[in-house]
């Protein structure tokens, strides 16, 4: 997984024609990194996406300007849309990850 540092690079990446997954986290957050524990086999499962990483308190611009609003968040971006966002009420277990995923793509 790439992580995007700048608002530059998080915007050329979501302009991609095919869809892109862009996990929003934060070093200090225990539910992220649960979510570290089992991201792996997700990103083997749906390795035909690009998987990217941005850290919400280093642009808290985009993460307000597309309603993250808890992380970790999982969001799908095509064209520069938002097509798909899994708020992090919904992201605390494998399943839940891959069911949104499976339905999204």
């Not at 790439?2 to 050329?12: K, V």
């Not at 970790?72 to 891959?98: C, D, M, R």
Request: hydrophobic fraction near 40%; glycine fraction near 4%.
């Amino acid at each position: 997984m790439e992580s995007i540092h700048t608002n530059e690079a998080f915007q050329g990446v979501i302009e991609s024609k095919q869809p892109v997954i862009v996990k929003f986290q934060a070093d200090w957050c225990p539910d992220c990194r649960r979510m570290d524990m089992f991201i792996g086999d997700i990103l083997k499962e749906f390795n035909n996406y690009k998987w990217y990483d941005v850290n919400r308190d280093e642009l808290p611009e985009i993460a307000d300007k597309y309603e993250v609003m808890g992380i970790p968040s999982l969001l799908i971006f095509q064209e520069g849309e938002k097509i798909a966002h899994l708020h992090s009420a919904n992201a605390k277990t494998p399943e839940e990850v891959e069911e949104f995923l499976q339905a999204s793509m």
